[in-house]
């Protein structure tokens, strides 16, 4: 009896609580409510009517009124349509501290009532209350004894058709699900039923049911209904048949709290409260909806709290696995502080409930599902986006062939246009929470003139960019293909500098033309732009004269086709092959590995070793002992073994014997000259030269170098003395070199 007294006292103090509330709404509970104003004085109009004297007294005001008179209360136009800050924090202000007076009221009369149901002057009938209660007791045995039995039986179908479609695809899965569904509601229809067949025949009145009787069965369907989708959703029973990537573990975890979260709800508002509202006060019955709020509100805390470190690793994954986008930052942000967001959400929730339940609840809730359906659509649409972007782009062989480029320059540049997707997706989203939220009304806005004008002006300048991206993949994708020597004609030096100096150019100016037009679509003026643009080259022309010289001698230098791309050349001190090509600089390997990049500002003469022929000068130093004629017959021979070998396709000429051209300290120097295509003098020459020292040293010509000749003096018989050369003092053990019999050559 005494646990009895203490639960009423709770549910009566609660319940005063919050009429306490009610009896002083805030100011926009109590604005928010002309409906119930309308009502009222549609009420007092009928009452008037109904009455003579009323009415009589009425029609004599009405008589009385001029014409021209306005009504009183039509007369005293708003001070003010709409509350300012100030008003609007004043009058909440006022609100909080009349609900603490009328909180601190109701307490009082809370003890009065308990008193009153301590000593049996309570109007609360108890007997009625507990015949109900039995009544009501074994229909839910019934009921929830049909259930058991059908839950069973559907369990063991379930089973057999996971077992069935285990490792199976996807869409068999799907059937597998979709059939364990309709059993399982199956299930649920047929314990509702049995109830019902209960409760008109055996329970009460033959063919009569009570209220009570169908606000329980009404609240177990309703339930059992969000259970059994519950149940599909995460399968926390039957792995094979889960569509969700979860594990057994968070499955069955997530459906225990969940299912015990919606009865605890769902029966609590749709039969208790309702049935005991039939014969409690309704504070007491308000006090409980705020015990099972308060008590579904801890432990959804609990959960939140619980799961806080494991939804933390989900949203770290994306910036631990190395992306550093946009959604990834956000990602890492939302991962910091989610659980502290989504418990201020609820303690939010749970105070609109208490404060404006008819109101501000519905229209917290319809947002809130509304911006989990954007959320759970945005994630689907960017999961379907990220799978585009870890596809990789395939082209056709024969394409490939032609554009070898073309493949790799797609694959590279289709991330980011999916990133760009990603993050228009991501934009969009949050644009439809915010018009969830009423926040701001983005579809009035886009109805508007103002909004379609900007929306147009968006899509065009998108749509411009756009092509000329397209323009610009096949600008480069026609010189990849001019410059591929297998296909069409071999590109020539010449052409390969122009080509490469023609996408540089072309880059630029299609990418200033796009800027243009997409400003312009924008709105923006470009004809100041371009005034600017003239003011700035000027200031650029003046202030940056190198960077002018360089383009201007550059200009000059494509013009007379001095160099080209592969061409062997010397410019600014520096030899090596030509690697790159602008309109400002050249870039020059040279023969150690070495990068060059030379402004042509600096370049006062150009030396080109690739044009039209080239000469392997062979400079051969001999004896002057040796026959010159001898000499240049050897000479012949290596030419023409040199003909025989893979140069000699190479070779565009005789070789030109120009004879002796010097005499040196210990050589006479005999040249020749060897005419071959641009580029193979080199090559040529080596293998020359091989063959001249083979040639030298079978013939015995002496390629002479450097000698030196000491002389030691003779005495008066005309001998040279003996040469002893004495071993080295640190070294004892090293024998000495033998004495000289004679003067050295």
Same mark, same amino acid.
């Given at each position: 009896?005494?646990?009895?007294?203490?639960?009423?006292?709770?549910?009566?103090?609660?319940?005063?609580?919050?009429?306490?509330?009610?009896?002083?709404?805030?100011?926009?509970?109590?604005?928010?409510?002309?409906?119930?104003?309308?009502?009222?004085?549609?009420?007092?109009?009928?009452?008037?009517?109904?009455?003579?004297?009323?009415?009589?007294?009425?029609?004599?005001?009405?008589?009385?009124?001029?014409?021209?008179?306005?009504?009183?209360?039509?007369?005293?136009?708003?001070?003010?349509?709409?509350?300012? %800050?100030?008003?609007?924090?004043?009058?909440?202000?006022?609100?909080?501290?009349?609900?603490?007076?009328?909180?601190?009221?109701?307490?009082?009369?809370?003890?009065?009532?308990?008193?009153?149901?301590?000593?049996?002057?309570?109007?609360?009938?108890?007997?009625?209350?507990?015949?109900?209660?039995?009544?009501?007791?074994?229909?839910?045995?019934?009921?929830?004894?049909?259930?058991?039995?059908?839950?069973?039986?559907?369990?063991?179908?379930?089973?057999?058709?996971?077992?069935?479609?285990?490792?199976?695809?996807?869409?068999?899965?799907?059937?597998?699900?979709?059939?364990?569904?309709?059993?399982?509601?199956?299930?649920?229809?047929?314990?509702?039923?049995?109830?019902?067949?209960?409760?008109?025949?055996?329970?009460?009145?033959?063919?009569?049911?009570?209220?009570?009787?169908?606000?329980?069965?009404?609240?177990?369907?309703?339930?059992?209904?969000?259970?059994?989708?519950?149940?599909?959703? +995460?399968?926390?029973?039957?792995?094979?048949?889960?569509?969700?990537?979860?594990?057994?573990?968070?499955?069955?975890?997530?459906?225990?709290?969940?299912?015990?979260?919606?009865?605890?709800?769902?029966?609590?508002?749709?039969?208790?409260?309702?049935?005991?509202?039939?014969?409690?006060?309704?504070?007491?019955?308000?006090?409980?909806?705020?015990?099972?709020?308060?008590?579904?509100?801890?432990?959804?805390?609990?959960?939140?709290?619980?799961?806080?470190?494991?939804?933390?690793?989900?949203?770290?994954?994306?910036?631990?696995?190395?992306?550093?986008?946009?959604?990834?930052?956000?990602?890492?942000?939302?991962?910091?502080?989610?659980?502290?967001?989504?418990?201020?959400?609820?303690?939010?929730?749970?105070?609109?409930?208490?404060?404006?339940?008819?109101?501000?609840?519905?229209?917290?809730?319809?947002?809130?599902?509304?911006?989990?359906?954007?959320?759970?659509?945005?994630?689907?649409?960017?999961?379907?986006?990220?799978?585009?972007?870890?596809?990789?782009?395939?082209?056709?062989?024969?394409?490939?062939?032609?554009?070898?480029?073309?493949?790799?320059?797609?694959?590279?540049?289709?991330?980011?246009?999916?990133?760009?997707?990603?993050?228009?997706?991501?934009?969009?989203?949050?644009?439809?929470?915010?018009?969830?939220?009423?926040?701001?009304?983005?579809?009035?806005?886009?109805?508007?003139?103002?909004?379609?004008?900007?929306?147009?002006?968006?899509?065009?300048?998108?749509?411009?960019?756009?092509?000329?991206?397209?323009?610009?993949?096949?600008?480069?994708?026609?010189?990849?293909?001019?410059?591929?020597?297998?296909?069409?004609?071999?590109?020539?030096?010449?052409?390969?500098?122009?080509?490469?100096? %023609?996408?540089?150019?072309?880059?630029?100016?299609?990418?200033?033309?796009?800027?243009?037009?997409?400003?312009?679509?924008?709105?923006?003026?470009?004809?100041?732009?371009?005034?600017?643009?003239?003011?700035?080259?000027?200031?650029?022309?003046?202030?940056?004269?190198?960077?002018?010289? $360089?383009?201007?001698?550059?200009?000059?230098?494509?013009?007379?086709?001095?160099?080209?791309?592969?061409?062997?050349?010397?410019?600014?001190?520096?030899?090596?092959?030509?690697?790159?090509?602008?309109?400002?600089?050249?870039?020059?390997?040279?023969? $150690?590995?070495?990068?060059?990049?030379?402004?042509?500002?600096?370049?006062?003469?150009?030396?080109?070793?690739?044009?039209?022929?080239? %000469?392997?000068?062979?400079?051969?130093?001999?004896?002057?002992?040796?026959?010159?004629?001898?000499?240049?017959?050897?000479?012949?021979?290596?030419?023409?073994? +040199?003909? $025989?070998?893979?140069?000699?396709?190479?070779?565009?000429?005789?070789?030109?014997?120009?004879?002796?051209?010097?005499?040196?300290?210990?050589?006479?120097?005999?040249?020749?000259?060897?005419?071959?295509?641009?580029?193979?003098?080199?090559?040529?020459?080596?293998?020359?030269?091989?063959?001249?020292?083979?040639?030298?040293?079978?013939?015995?010509?002496?390629?002479?170098?450097?000698?030196?000749?000491?002389?030691?003096?003779?005495?008066?018989?005309?001998?040279?003395?003996?040469?002893?050369?004495?071993?080295?003092?640190?070294?004892?053990?090293?024998?000495?070199?033998?004495?000289?019999?004679?003067?050295?050559?």
């Amino acid at each position: 009896m005494r646990l009895w007294v203490l639960v009423a006292a709770f549910l009566i103090l609660a319940g005063n609580l919050v009429s306490a509330q009610e009896s002083h709404p805030p100011p926009a509970a109590a604005s928010a409510a002309p409906g119930q104003a309308g009502a009222a004085s549609v009420d007092d109009l009928v009452r008037i009517l109904e009455d003579d004297k009323l009415r009589a007294d009425l029609l004599q005001r009405l008589k009385q009124r001029q014409p021209g008179q306005q009504a009183p209360a039509a007369a005293a136009p708003q001070a003010e349509a709409e509350p300012g %800050f100030a008003r609007s924090v004043a009058e909440y202000t006022k609100a909080i501290a009349e609900q603490s007076a009328g909180a601190l009221s109701a307490t009082i009369q809370t003890f009065r009532q308990l008193g009153s149901i301590v000593s049996g002057e309570s109007q609360v009938d108890m007997l009625r209350l507990r015949d109900v209660g039995v009544a009501l007791g074994f229909v839910a045995l019934a009921l929830f004894g049909s259930f058991l039995i059908a839950r069973l039986l559907a369990e063991r179908v379930q089973a057999g058709l996971a077992r069935r479609v285990a490792g199976s695809s996807w869409p068999a899965r799907s059937a597998g699900l979709v059939v364990a569904v309709m059993v399982d509601l199956a299930g649920v229809a047929l314990a509702w039923g049995a109830g019902y067949l209960l409760v008109l025949n055996l329970v009460g009145t033959a063919g009569r049911i009570t209220l009570e009787q169908t606000l329980l069965l009404n609240a177990f369907l309703a339930v059992e209904i969000v259970k059994v989708a519950m149940r599909a959703v +995460l399968e926390p029973r039957h792995p094979a048949l889960r569509l969700m990537p979860i594990d057994d573990t968070t499955a069955a975890y997530w459906y225990f709290w969940l299912a015990r979260l919606i009865s605890l709800l769902g029966y609590t508002f749709l039969f208790v409260a309702p049935a005991l509202a039939l014969y409690l006060p309704a504070a007491a019955v308000q006090a409980l909806k705020v015990l099972v709020m308060l008590t579904a509100l801890v432990i959804a805390i609990v959960i939140i709290l619980q799961n806080r470190l494991q939804v933390r690793r989900r949203l770290f994954a994306a910036r631990e696995a190395g992306r550093h986008d946009l959604l990834a930052q956000a990602s890492h942000v939302a991962g910091q502080f989610w659980h502290v967001v989504v418990v201020t959400y609820l303690i939010g929730v749970f105070l609109v409930w208490l404060v404006n339940p008819l109101q501000a609840l519905p229209f917290v809730l319809g947002a809130t599902v509304q911006s989990v359906v954007i959320a759970i659509l945005g994630g689907v649409v960017l999961a379907f986006v990220s799978r585009l972007v870890n596809v990789s782009v395939r082209l056709p062989e024969d394409v490939r062939l032609r554009l070898p480029l073309l493949e790799p320059r797609l694959q590279a540049f289709a991330p980011r246009v999916m990133q760009i997707v990603r993050l228009l997706v991501l934009a969009a989203v949050l644009l439809l929470i915010v018009q969830a939220w009423h926040v701001l009304d983005i579809f009035a806005w886009l109805a508007s003139a103002s909004g379609q004008r900007l929306a147009g002006a968006l899509v065009s300048a998108a749509l411009i960019v756009l092509i000329g991206l397209g323009v610009y993949v096949a600008m480069l994708s026609w010189v990849e293909y001019r410059l591929n020597p297998d296909f069409g004609t071999v590109p020539t030096a010449r052409e390969k500098t122009l080509l490469a100096l %023609f996408r540089n150019a072309f880059t630029v100016a299609l990418a200033v033309l796009v800027l243009m037009l997409a400003l312009a679509q924008l709105g923006l003026n470009i004809a100041p732009l371009l005034a600017g643009a003239g003011v700035l080259g000027l200031a650029i022309g003046f202030g940056a004269q190198k960077l002018v010289q $360089d383009i201007i001698t550059g200009v000059f230098i494509q013009f007379e086709n001095v160099m080209n791309e592969g061409d062997v050349v010397q410019v600014g001190g520096k030899s090596g092959v030509v690697e790159r090509l602008t309109i400002r600089s050249v870039s020059i390997r040279s023969l $150690d590995g070495t990068v060059h990049l030379i402004p042509f500002s600096s370049v006062d003469h150009v030396s080109n070793m690739m044009r039209g022929f080239s %000469f392997h000068v062979a400079e051969i130093g001999v004896a002057y002992r040796e026959n010159i004629p001898e000499v240049k017959e050897a000479m012949e021979e290596a030419f023409e073994r +040199l003909k $025989d070998t893979e140069h000699g396709e190479k070779i565009i000429g005789p070789l030109d014997m120009q004879g002796i051209t010097a005499f040196g300290d210990s050589a006479i120097t005999v040249r020749a000259r060897i005419k071959t295509l641009p580029g193979a003098q080199w090559g040529a020459g080596r293998a020359y030269n091989e063959f001249i020292k083979e040639i030298f040293d079978r013939r015995g010509i002496e390629i002479p170098f450097p000698h030196v000749t000491l002389y030691m003096g003779e005495d008066k018989q005309g001998k040279a003395p003996p040469l002893h050369v004495q071993g080295r003092l640190d070294n004892p053990a090293r024998p000495t070199a033998p004495a000289a019999k004679g003067p050295p050559e």
